[in-house]
């Protein structure tokens, strides 16, 4: 078990370019989270997927966010003309669905600043 | 929907003393209640559930939480902290019986180890 793992761990990008990051979830998790941490607050949830679908997805998360997890392994999320507010931390999380309500495992995150 | 407030941003202890860091929610059903623990620079990290049954949670790290229904809280405690324990604590949410998986978090309370 080698955890969740995100990368880049960091990424600084001008305003209006596109990013993508990648997160890898441990191997046999099926549900897979993106969250977004700003300074001083606690993780704001996005979206999330069971195997390959997409099952719900945040307000926060605008048109030119875009999840995908085409395999139903890792996943990416890009974001599209950045602007400053989009600085953030991005985290992912994995879980393993179970009869008992399951724990999300949290990969160390990727620190994005828009410039 | 659920909410959570860590009504304390700061809380400085000396080493060895006790601390209390406290949670309260607003949820108009039933909820697991959750407290992770985030390093610098790092993920999350699972520090104990409240899922059901006895309202005393044990954790990793010497932690325990007391779910309170009748006051809605679940404060984290810790008999005797140590240097090492200085990191950024969230209280989470999430609602039983919900079709979604997300977690509500609240806005952190940083815990200071003094020596």
């Known amino acids: 078990d080698t955890g969740v793992s995100q990368d880049p761990r960091h990424k600084i990008t001008k305003r209006g370019q596109n990013v993508t990051f990648r997160c890898d979830p441990i191997s046999e998790h099926n549900r897979l989270y993106w969250y977004r941490q700003t300074l001083g607050q606690g993780p704001e949830f996005l979206t999330y997927?069971?195997?390959?679908?997409?099952?719900?997805k945040s307000r926060l998360l605008s048109d030119r966010f875009s999840a995908e997890r085409p395999k139903g392994s890792f996943s990416t999320l890009e974001i599209q003309r950045t602007e400053q507010g989009d600085s953030a931390m991005y985290l992912c999380?994995?879980?393993?669905?179970?009869?008992?309500?399951?724990?999300?495992?949290f990969g160390p995150g990727t620190r994005l600043l828009v410039l | 929907a659920q909410s959570v407030t860590q009504l304390d941003s700061q809380v400085p202890v000396f080493e060895e003393a006790p601390v209390e860091l406290r949670c309260n929610y607003s949820?108009?059903?039933?909820?697991?209640l959750f407290w992770y623990v985030q390093y610098p620079n790092q993920g999350l990290q699972l520090l104990l559930k409240y899922l059901s049954g006895s309202t005393l949670v044990k954790g990793i790290n010497g932690f325990e939480a007391e779910f309170n229904k009748s006051q809605t809280s679940f404060h984290l405690r810790k008999p005797s902290v140590h240097i090492s324990d200085t990191a950024e604590y969230f209280c989470a949410v999430r609602g039983s019986g919900d079709s979604s998986y997300k977690l509500i978090f609240g806005s952190g309370t940083r815990l200071l180890v003094r020596p």
């Open positions: 999380a994995s879980s393993l669905s179970s009869g008992d309500v399951e724990t999300q495992y």
């Open positions: 949820s108009s059903v039933s909820v697991y």
């Open positions: 997927f069971q195997n390959e679908a997409q099952l719900e």
